[in-house]
């Protein structure tokens, strides 16, 4: 166990829909990573936040968007989604700001749109 | 940004031989390289990490090597097992996030 849990582990969504994917990061630590995985895009980098500020953007569509909270829980909002979005979505965190320790990831949560 | 290329995508050994995974990257500013182990279905789990001030690290069975001027690192596992069959990723950062490659799905054969 990693620490790091995320709800829901599967989500089963029609295109269109918005889901939203939550992430608890591990006990004191103050990042928050986003990465998606599909089958032939290995783990791709979606979004940082830092202490509740988004630090850092990668790949992220214009559908996505994410956030942290006070609590420092952090939650992915994909909208408008489309069949292409359906992936496996890790979280990880760290906890500094800067990635030279280990991240640990969450379980990840399985998004299929059908 | 960083961009990270690993090699193979595949790779399958006898179980008791060594498999070698290579990555370069291209980020001259990154200074940490973790190596992490994936099996089905489960998360992905950091089994080593090198950083920009040493060239080699070895932990049991499995070793990194990390060439800073050419820009490439290795991971090196020896006397494998069935178990250590898996997806392995290598990744590239520092001041910025995790950039990992595509994954190498290594198949050890009894």
Redesign the interface.
């Known amino acids: 166990d ?1 620490g790091v849990t995320q709800t829901p582990k599967h989500l089963i969504t029609a295109t269109g829909q918005r889901v939203t994917l939550r992430c608890s990061p591990r006990s004191g630590d103050l990042s928050v ?1 986003w ?1 998606q995985q599909s089958l032939d ?5 979606l979004i ?1 936040y830092y202490n509740g500020e988004e630090r ?1 953007k ?1 790949n992220i569509l214009e559908r996505f968007s994410a956030q942290q909270f006070p609590d420092l829980h952090s939650e992915l909002n994909l909208s408008s989604l489309e069949l292409g979005d359906s992936a496996l979505y ?1 979280c990880a965190s760290s906890p500094s700001d ?6 640990f ?4 949560t399985r998004l299929t749109v059908v | 940004g960083e961009n990270v290329e690993q090699h193979p995508s595949t790779l399958s050994v006898q179980e008791g031989d060594s498999a070698v995974i290579k990555c370069t990257y291209s980020d001259s500013a990154s200074n940490y390289f973790p190596w992490y182990k994936q099996e089905l279905g489960k998360r992905p789990q950091l089994i080593i990490d090198i950083r920009s001030n040493v060239g080699e690290k070895k932990d049991q069975r499995i070793a990194v090597t990390l060439n800073k001027t050419a820009k490439h690192f290795s991971l090196h596992i020896t006397e494998t097992q069935p178990e250590d069959s898996a997806v392995y990723f290598c990744a590239a950062g520092g001041n910025t996030p995790l950039v990992f490659g595509k994954g190498t799905r290594l198949s050890v054969i009894a």
């Open positions: 990693s990573y990465y895009q290995g783990l791709q980098f940082q850092a990668g890790f800067r990635v030279a320790t280990e991240a990831f969450g379980q990840g």
